[in-house]
Nanobody
């Protein structure tokens, strides 16, 4: 079974930084395109970023471009999201997924910028 466990969220002031992690198992992580998503209360799931298996191709949503950096360690089967210059509108639950649909995904990690 695919298992994705996000961590690293927390409460941070505007302008601050956080680094999220996603530990993956149950599939060949090193061969998978990986994505980060987020969901704010009352809003739909929003795609945040994508990274190719060899980290040679990546993409970001317009709202995070230039502030967030997606990376991965295939040896550790772990995906990361470095979030800088955080804004209040970045608050929400952050998820990782191997699917561009966002399903399946982990339980998420809460990020609160306030």
């Amino acid at each position: 079974d695919v298992q994705l466990v996000e961590s690293g969220g927390g409460l941070v002031q505007p302008g601050g930084s956080l680094r999220l992690s996603c530990a993956a198992s149950g599939f060949t992580f090193a061969a998978a395109y990986m994505h980060w998503f987020r969901q704010a209360p009352g809003k739909e799931l929003e795609w945040v970023a994508m990274l190719s298996p060899a980290s040679t191709s990546f993409a970001y949503g317009d709202s995070v471009k230039g502030r967030f950096v997606i990376s991965r360690d295939n040896a550790k089967a772990t995906l990361y999201l470095q979030m800088n210059d955080l804004r209040t509108e970045d608050s929400g639950v952050y998820y990782c997924s191997k699917s561009q649909s966002g399903n399946p995904r982990g339980q998420g990690t809460q990020v609160t910028v306030s």
